[in-house]
């Protein structure tokens, strides 16, 4: 790992390695945020002694993958054991959010069995359209149907669904997310 900025005396000091299991990605701005985060997270394991070690998951975005993102879940859940079990890590720091990245984490800590600290970091902010509060999830499908009726048009619905993801952050709705995090 010398080649990874570390010295020699870094790696015989006996200081914990932590890994950061970063999820975060322009992919999906559901975890974009915790591009940011797992930077303050490196700086609080170095403030406590430790070596991090930040490393990418498999990356999640339900709304933007089609037909689902359901076997998503698996793959980031296969590919942290693997990145578990295969480097000499005494910790782990997983940035969680959404209803695929947390079960996902905490599935592969929990395989490997090695001391894990969850990081949530919440959901995004709810928008507004004409004075109508809007958010992930319902008002999307509310907005479909009334696309298909006539009542809206395209880019009336296009604007509707903009408005309901003004933010990062994982769905605002009580769903499987919120209510795991």
Not at 6 to 13: I, V
Not at 105 to 123: E, F, K, Y
Not at 166 to 179: D, L, Q, V
Request: hydrophobic residues 40%; contains cysteine; proline residues 6%.
């Amino acid at each position: 790992y010398l080649n990874y900025g570390l010295t020699r005396a870094e790696l015989m000091s006996g200081k914990p390695l932590i890994g950061i299991a970063q999820t975060g990605s322009d992919l999906s701005p559901c975890n974009r945020h915790h591009l940011e985060l797992a930077k303050r997270v490196r700086e609080g394991i170095v403030s406590m002694g430790g070596i991090p070690f930040e490393f990418p998951c498999h990356p999640i975005q339900e709304t933007g993958k089609r037909p689902t993102a359901a076997l998503d879940r698996n793959l980031a859940y296969l590919s942290l054991v693997e990145v578990l079990y295969g480097y000499p890590l005494d910790g782990v720091v997983l940035t969680i959010g959404c209803d695929k990245t947390t079960p996902a984490l905490l599935m592969a800590a929990a395989t490997v069995n090695i001391p894990a600290i969850a990081l949530s970091v919440g959901p995004m902010l709810n928008g507004w359209h004409k004075g109508k509060r809007t958010g992930s999830g319902t008002i999307v499908w509310e907005s479909r149907q009334r696309l298909s009726a006539g009542e809206i048009d395209y880019d009336e619905f296009m604007d509707i669904v903009a408005s309901s993801a003004p933010s990062t952050g994982y769905c605002n709705t009580m769903g499987t997310a919120t209510t795991m995090n």
